[in-house]
């Protein structure tokens, strides 16, 4: 069976797959004050962390409309699995779901199937590339979808950011617990929790929060030999490649991936931040 992958621009797609035809990658804007962009292959990382910095607004993203979502499902593909950033973060699952009924409405069956990845930036893409695996493999249809879903609900997302300013200000860490920020120079350990965002602990300064994540991921990690790690980052690969090495000395996982943040994980990591799934 053909099949097509259909994610939203906060999925870190390595490059490899960028180019492949059996993904799309459907685009989400981002502003700063004046400044709109598209999350598309235009994206310059540098300037729109340039004007993070030095705005006195916030950074908003605008997900893709159902009409947007319609056309990445129009195709000769027998079946489209689509992955869009967490419903608890964006609009992008609504729009997406919205997009699948209009094509059923419009232009008749076609097999659809709409994750919510309950998470973003890698975690989006380990759901992806599992989709791939599996429908490579010959599954039906039928069968890869609670495939898919399990190993979502097994996966675990853990980060650290230098600045939360941008999830703050934006709502979306209403399922963490207060800490003293900034001043103190204190960072915390995030996780996801079926799409929600809370606080697993905390470290003075970005070095020891990160530590403390590696250390976690090691612990809460069964049989790493039989998954993927996978690391974003923004703007930091050296850092990025220290987790990764902390990691991997403990934990021997199957195979490993850093790839740096595009547009909208970009907004919400900021510079300087690591998420790691796996």
């Given at each position: ?224 030999e039989e998954k993927r790690l996978m690391i974003s980052h923004c703007n930091c690969f050296e850092r990025a490649m220290v987790v990764k090495d902390m990691i991997i000395a403990k934990a021997p996982f199957q195979d490993v991936i ?21």
């Amino acid at each position: 069976m053909s099949y097509k992958i259909v994610v939203d621009s906060c999925c870190d797609l390595p490059e490899e797959y960028r180019k492949d035809p059996r993904f799309e990658i459907v685009p989400l804007g981002l502003e700063v004050g004046d400044y709109h962009i598209m999350d598309d292959e235009n994206f310059n990382q540098k300037e729109f962390l340039e004007k993070v910095a030095t705005s006195d607004q916030c950074p908003k993203s605008a997900c893709p409309s159902p009409d947007r979502y319609m056309r990445a499902y129009t195709t000769d593909a027998e079946d489209v699995y689509v992955v869009t950033l967490s419903s608890h973060l964006s609009g992008s699952y609504n729009s997406a779901i919205l997009g699948k009924e209009i094509y059923h409405e419009e232009l008749g069956d076609k097999n659809i199937y709409v994750a919510d990845s309950l998470s973003a930036a890698c975690g989006e893409t380990q759901i992806a590339l599992k989709a791939m695996e599996l429908a490579e493999s010959g599954l039906s249809f039928e069968e890869v979808i609670p495939l898919l879903e399990t190993y979502r609900d097994k996966m675990s997302t853990y980060f650290v950011l230098d600045n939360l300013d941008t999830l703050r200000k934006n709502g979306r860490l209403s399922g963490m617990k207060a800490f003293v920020a900034s001043t103190l120079n204190i960072k915390p350990i995030c996780a996801g929790n079926h799409g929600d965002i809370v606080q697993r602990g905390q470290g003075v300064g970005i070095k020891k929060a990160l530590i403390k994540m590696t250390e976690l991921v090691v612990r809460e990690t069964e049989h790493p030999e039989e998954k993927r790690l996978m690391i974003s980052h923004c703007n930091c690969f050296e850092r990025a490649m220290v987790v990764k090495d902390m990691i991997i000395a403990k934990a021997p996982f199957q195979d490993v991936i850093v790839v740096d943040t595009a547009g909208v994980a970009s907004m919400y990591a900021n510079d300087g931040g690591i998420v790691v799934t796996c």
